[in-house]
Nanobody, 127 residues
Framework: HVQLVESGGGSVQAGGSLTLSCTAS????????MGWFRQAPGKEREGVAV???????AYADSVKGRFTISRDNTEGSVSLQMNSLKPEDTAMYYC??????????????????????WGQGTQVTVS
């Protein structure tokens, strides 16, 4: 049974920081691309940061220089360090995984349509 569980959301003032964590169970994390996506009320779900099996990352332009994604394959987790938060970062944040092939995932796409396993989400509110 594949499961992704997010944690670490909360409320913070503008300029503050939060770290989101996602723990995976039911499969080998290292073989997948992992990503963080967010969805604000009335808006489409958008890719924020993604990381491939080699640790190569890609970021949305809106978060470059402020957010950092990392993965710990031993622990089966992926994290999103968010600094200099802005009110426009307020959204539900989702962890997701993408399968590409038997030997790993090497295309860290920000497109949500390429990800097939999703967590339940964790709320981030910046005021």
């Amino acid at each position: 049974h594949v499961q992704l569980v997010e944690s670490g959301g909360g409320s913070v003032q503008a300029g503050g920081s939060l770290t989101l964590s996602c723990t995976a169970s039911g499969y080998t994390l290292s073989s997948r691309c992992m990503g963080w996506f967010r969805q604000a009320p009335g808006k489409e779900r958008e890719g924020v940061a993604v990381i491939d099996s080699d640790g190569n990352a890609a970021y949305a332009d809106s978060v470059k220089g402020r957010f950092t994604i990392s993965r710990d394959n031993t622990e089966g987790s992926v994290s999103l360090q968010m600094n200099s938060l802005k009110p426009e970062d307020t959204a539900m944040y989702y962890c997701a995984s993408k399968v590409e092939g038997r030997f790993g995932c090497f295309s860290p796409s920000l497109s949500r349509y390429e990800y097939n396993s999703w967590g339940q989400g964790t709320q981030v509110t910046v005021s």
